[in-house]
């Protein structure tokens, strides 16, 4: 199956030509999704909102290593104008009681957030990075405690030395095989 505007999966959808399905050939699955020219968008440009990563990946850590968890490299010219910014969302479970556990998030192989001694059972993560000049980009981030509405801030502040961001990491250490899942990733941009 090739790619398709979405109204092309089925003839009974009404037409909508600024979504394109990206589906893997071989087995038809949806890989990414792309909306284009969406009025209201950033100083950056056309509002568009594409989906740049998504996985279910169901993947433990190694004990005592750091364990990548998502390594996601973006295209070339993929963050460019001022204003446009990148969301990142992951979802986590605690295995274990152990409180040694980390998770780190890396821009272009720098460190940019630690989250350390994560209190609770499972976690969803939001992050988001805007470019605010071709040398720095605000950070910004909180976890949603299990199912409570109590939201702890991670990762706020400005960061600098980066242009185009290339690469997003995202690894955990534990102890123990096992301690830590990571069950779900996704990374957006809006802009362009």
């Known amino acids: ?84 910014y990148l969301q990142l969302y992951f979802y986590i479970r605690k295995n274990t009681a152990t409180v040694a556990k980390t998770v780190k998030i890396y821009i272009d192989g720098i460190l940019v957030t630690t989250m350390n001694d994560l209190s609770v059972a499972y976690f969803t993560t939001t992050y988001e990075l805007a470019r605010l000049s071709n040398t720095s980009y605000q950070k910004n981030g909180f976890y949603r405690r299990g199912l409570s509405n109590l939201f702890e801030i991670v990762g706020s502040g400005i960061i600098t030395g980066f242009d185009q961001i290339t690469n997003i990491k995202v690894t955990a250490t534990a102890p123990s095989t096992g301690d830590m899942t990571f069950y779900y990733g996704k990374l957006i941009l809006f802009g362009q």
């Open 1 to 84: 199956m090739a790619d398709k505007k979405f109204n092309e999966f089925s003839y009974e959808l009404p037409p909508v030509d600024n979504v394109m399905l990206h589906a893997d050939p071989t087995t038809g699955i949806i890989k990414k999704c792309e909306v284009q020219d969406l009025p209201g968008g950033g100083s950056g440009g056309g509002g568009n909102v594409k989906v740049l990563y998504t996985g279910a990946v169901n993947q433990s850590n190694v004990g005592g290593v750091e364990t990548d968890w998502m390594n996601y490299d973006m295209p070339a010219d993929t963050v460019v104008n001022d204003g446009d």
